[in-house]
């Protein structure tokens, strides 16, 4: 199913007014709003092919009707996404789950709803039908030479498909870890993980970029051989120029200072990018500032702050995604939500006075950085985020128009209310 511009231009009429009162009311408080505006046009955040059906637990899975079923209906679904926000024009795919059978026909598909592929991502944290060896042990880290070799050999063929889709990164998140104490020997894992990594890393295309996922807990309850963000940065400074850390949001221990990590991260020229969405627990795989916006904007203030003074470009410079899961809502309602949030706190940190921030920091001035931060994050950006979709052919209110137009009854009559998505 495809949207039609008209569709969205006309649905668009009747919000019209009352978008431009509130936009000419913003732009009394926001000087810079029409450079804001450019830059959340140009910003672009990437959607999952593993988010596009309903995620589940290991309590259950209850899926709702027209779930996509393959590959060329999830990119459909990123198509109608992006369609409306035109904020997610990128798909991630996780191989073996979404292996491309075509790629010319897969690529014309993408082209057509003018989608680009962001990183592909490795999958050595299940059994595959007909696998030769488990992984139960783990992969990369494994005490068995033979298992690290399939694995690396699976993340060399994640490559390959990359490639020919002209994916330029590979996402590498590894399950591998201990579940009780005396199970591992810490050292050795990671020297078999590193070693496992450099093989990897040498088949890299010049222009690739690897991205190490860290994640503190799950599927291993004792140790993770890719815990944290420092034990990610160790392998990234090993392995090269082209290896960096990728921050995900729900993978770290309560209270960490999320922040801080990006921070530091930046300063190291080692941030390679997030994994977007919100836990109350741990892993929870929630709508992204669904539960802590104050935290996904405290974090946008370090990414900007830091990527101005690196000089980096904001759209292109970083690998931006949502990885998330929708146990009870409608995915694709749910991700719609999600790249809102995403630019509303990109669009706050983009408001930060910083000639007023850096004088209270300067002067220990503590209540005023404060107050700087909170005043922004007060203000109302939502017509900054409408009026930028506006600007680029997207609709004023997308998810409004899902439920108008009635999208997900559209897609159920084309596919029909039982189709199950691959992923977890
Ligand atoms: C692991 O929890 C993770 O965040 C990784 O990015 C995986 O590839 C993805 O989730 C799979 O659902
Ligand atoms: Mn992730």
Aim: charged share 25%; hydrophobic share 40%.
């Amino acid at each position: 199913m495809r949207i039609d511009k008209k569709q969205i231009a006309s649905h668009n009429d009747k919000y019209l007014q009352q978008h431009q009162q509130r936009f000419s009311f913003s732009k009394t408080e926001i000087e810079n709003a029409d450079a804001i505006i450019q830059k959340l046009v140009e910003f672009q955040v990437a959607i999952p092919s593993w988010a596009l059906g309903t995620g589940g637990t290991r309590f259950g899975r209850f899926p709702g009707p027209g779930e996509p079923g393959n590959l060329e209906q999830k990119m459909e679904d990123v198509g109608l996404l992006h369609a409306l926000n035109r904020s997610s024009g990128a798909i991630s795919l996780h191989i073996p789950w979404d292996i491309p059978k075509d790629y010319a026909a897969v690529k014309k598909l993408a082209a057509e709803l003018e989608l680009r592929f962001d990183a592909v991502n490795s999958n050595t944290f299940q059994d595959q039908p007909g696998q030769p060896l488990t992984y139960k042990f783990g992969s990369l880290q494994n005490v068995n030479k033979a298992i690290r070799k399939q694995a690396i050999e699976h993340n060399i063929d994640v490559i390959k498909h990359g490639v020919a889709l002209g994916s330029e990164s590979l996402t590498v998140w590894l399950a591998d870890g201990s579940c009780f104490p005396g199970q591992l020997n810490f050292r050795k894992a990671f020297q078999n993980t590193l070693e496992s990594l450099q093989e990897i890393y040498a088949v890299l295309p010049d222009n690739w970029k690897m991205f190490v996922e860290y994640k503190a807990f799950e599927p291993n309850f004792y140790s993770m051989s890719v815990g944290d963000w420092g034990q990610s940065l160790l392998y990234a400074n090993k392995l090269g120029p082209k290896a960096y850390t990728l921050v995900d949001l729900g993978h770290h221990l309560p209270n960490a200072n999320i922040e801080q990590i990006v921070s530091l991260l930046l300063m190291e020229g080692k941030l390679a990018g997030f994994h977007f969405n919100d836990s109350k627990y741990g892993d929870d795989d929630l709508t992204v500032g669904s539960i802590k916006p104050y935290q996904l904007f405290l974090i946008f203030n370090e990414l900007v702050e830091g990527m101005d003074a690196r000089g980096m470009n904001h759209a292109k410079d970083l690998g931006w995604m949502i990885d998330a899961s929708h146990n009870v809502k409608d995915p694709l309602e749910d991700l719609l939500q999600s790249v809102e949030a995403i630019m509303m706190a990109y669009a706050h940190a983009l408001l930060i006075d910083r000639v007023k921030l850096n004088a209270a920091q300067d002067a220990n001035d503590v209540v005023a950085a404060q107050e700087v931060l909170k005043n922004t994050f007060h203000t109302d950006v939502r017509s900054l985020v409408a009026e930028a979709r506006l600007r680029s052919g997207g609709a004023i209110n997308p998810l409004q128009f899902f439920r108008d137009e009635k999208i997900r009854e559209e897609l159920t009559k084309e596919r029909g209310t039982t189709t199950i998505a691959t992923g977890l």
